[in-house]
């Protein structure tokens, strides 16, 4: 399995653990969420959606109730298949969730599981943001030691270029710091002060008010009425 496609079934693992969703509204509340996945299309998603089926994660039902499911034929479309997580999926999504090893750290993992933070315990979360910074001053480090070596060989657009991506790791240390620092005062961003879980809004997306590492999403699509 691909990193991508690793980082795309923990995305919708963590999704479906909020409420069930047809095709359509998942890919929307990626798109929205989680700014990593704006540019995916539902021939990624469906093939990752028939391999969280049959590994027994997910299961599909018709319609969200009995009035969708009679509703359908009577307006002459397929009814929309729902995806909904099982017991199982459940506990895989929260042994993924536990999981702080390097692969956390990088970029665009560590931007699917700062999305999920509400649903993480403070302890991962801790470990997760300062693996991330570790990671980011040793590249500010290995940046720093090549532009000195080759400061003298670089027109000023190379080098201006050269600070510029080291100006927007220093800003995402930066941040890492408040976080952690949030997180040792036993400030969550939102949610209780515990160790449990923080609370999360369901009406407001996967990360609610939490930055979108991906940058803005798209306009949303128009509805698809079959999946």
Known sequence: MSRRSGIL???????????PMHGYELRKRLNTSLGVFRAFSYGTLY????????????IEETGNTTEDALAAP?????????????AEGKEHFEQ??????PDAYEDETFAARFAFFGQTSRDVRMRVLEGRRSRLEERLEKMSASLARTRERLDDYTLELQR???ESVEREVRWLNELIESERAGRDLKGPASGEPASRDTTSGASGDLPRPGGDPRPDSPDDTAT
Do not use: D
């Open 96 to 101: 993924l969730l536990s999981q702080t090893g």
């Open 9 to 19: 079934e923990f995305a919708v693992l963590g999704l479906l653990r909020e409420s």
């Open 47 to 58: 093939p990752c959606l028939k391999t969280l089926v049959a590994n027994g994660w997910l």
């Open 74 to 86: 009577l307006a002459g479309r397929r009814a929309k298949i729902v995806y909904r997580l099982t």
């Open 164 to 166: 510029h991506g080291m």
